[in-house]
């Protein structure tokens, strides 16, 4: 799989029979221990940040002018979708925020980068 699609699959509906979803585990865990310096917030932290690293590492492969920023927007996307699809109970509102994340890509990348 491609970088770029590797990055829009955070955007797919979950395959038939998959668990509901529930929003991510890691802003659930943060919210039940909002004090930084518990384990289990330090824990969520530190997933929150390395996926925005796996993204940046993504984007700046397909050649992105700023992939730390590109990176940081294409996750708060991703949250945004998990977490409006458990409120919403609509496990394929990740389309939304696939779209954005198209438009970004577009506009971040230089042309013809797949």
């Keep these: 799989m491609s970088p770029r699609d590797r990055v829009l699959s955070m955007f797919d509906r979950p395959a038939p ?28 932290r530190e997933q929150k940040l390395r996926m925005v690293r796996l993204v940046t590492a993504l984007v700046a492969e397909l050649g992105c002018r700023e992939p730390a920023a590109l990176g940081e927007q294409l996750v708060t996307l991703a949250d945004g979708a998990a977490s409006r699809g458990m409120v919403l109970g609509d496990p394929d509102y990740g389309r939304h925020a696939r779209a954005a994340a198209e438009t970004l890509l577009a506009h971040a990348l230089p042309a013809g980068a797949s």
């Excluded at 930084?36 to 330090?42: L, N, Q």
Aim: contains cysteine; glycine residues 14%; charged residues 10%.
């Design 17 to 44: 029979g998959a668990v509901p979803v529930r929003g991510c585990p890691f802003i659930g865990a943060a919210a039940e221990f909002p004090d930084p310096g518990t384990a289990v917030h330090s824990y969520a």
